[in-house]
Nanobody
Framework: QVQLVESGGDLVQAGGSLRLSCAAS????????IRWYRQAPGKQREVVAT???????KYAASLEGRFTISRDNAKNTVYLQMNGLKPEDTAVYYC?????????WGQGTQVTVSS
């Protein structure tokens, strides 16, 4: 059974940093592209960052280079390092992966940035 578990969300002040984790079981992360999404209240879910099986990365243009996605294959975990956080980064952050044609989501982790 595939399971994705996000953690690391917190309440931080503007300008602060957080590192989110997405830990997987039942799937080998290194064989798959992993994406971080976020959903702010009243808004659609949007993709934040992607890391491919070849470790190529892609980011939403609006992030202006503040976020970094990475993976630790030994821990089967993908990270999202978020620096220079802004109040508009407040959202629930989710990771997802496609495995054998099925899209899996984690339960999400709340990030709140105060001004």
């Amino acid at each position: 059974q595939v399971q994705l578990v996000e953690s690391g969300g917190d309440l931080v002040q503007a300008g602060g940093s957080l590192r989110l984790s997405c830990a997987a079981s039942g799937i080998i992360f290194s064989d798959n592209a992993i994406r971080w999404y976020r959903q702010a209240p009243g808004k659609q879910r949007e993709v934040v960052a992607t890391i491919t099986s070849g470790d190529n990365t892609k980011y939403a243009a609006s992030l202006e280079g503040r976020f970094t996605i990475s993976r630790d294959n030994a821990k089967n975990t993908v990270y999202l390092q978020m620096n220079g956080l802004k109040p508009e980064d407040t959202a629930v952050y989710y990771c997802n992966a496609i495995f054998r044609g099925t899209l899996y989501w984690g339960q999400g982790t709340q990030v709140t940035v105060s001004s």
